[in-house]
């Protein structure tokens, strides 16, 4: 009787993590890109990073974009979060979340638009 509880605790446990894995693992094999694009009409400073990658500091002058390139990890908690800065403004976001965002840029491609009313994905 102890083993069936053991079994079917290792087996419950087990259920629980596939499902927590994406549907398919052609979703961990995409390279997601993720488009941040200058819309004001100046510059304005942007620095951005994941757990893993610091992409440092730097000036987008109008109409410049920031690419970030990378694939998910298996758990689906890869997160990029970058900070903004134009003249006396200041805006802290999640340039991509996994499991916000893996569906709905279309298939690899995210567009954030930075402008003067806000951003824009």
Known sequence: ??????????????L???SSLPPTYAT??????????????GDFALHCESGDHD???????????QLIRFKINI??????????????RYKQFDAFRARRDEDRC??????????DNGFYF
């Not at 009787?1 to 087990?14: A, I, R």
């Not at 094999?29 to 009409?41: D, G, K, Q």
């Open 75 to 88: 758990f689906r908690t890869t997160r990029f979060y970058c900070a903004a800065r134009w003249g006396e």
């Open 1 to 14: 009787m102890k083993s069936l509880t053991q079994f079917t605790l290792v087996f419950v446990l087990s």
């Open 28 to 41: 961990l094999l995409r390279m997601y890109h993720v488009h941040i694009v200058n819309n004001l009409p």
């Open 106 to 115: 279309n298939n690899v491609d995210c567009y954030w638009s930075v402008r």
């Open 55 to 65: 992409l440092e500091a730097r000036i987008l002058h109008p109409n410049e974009e």
């Open 16 to 18: 629980s993590f596939i």
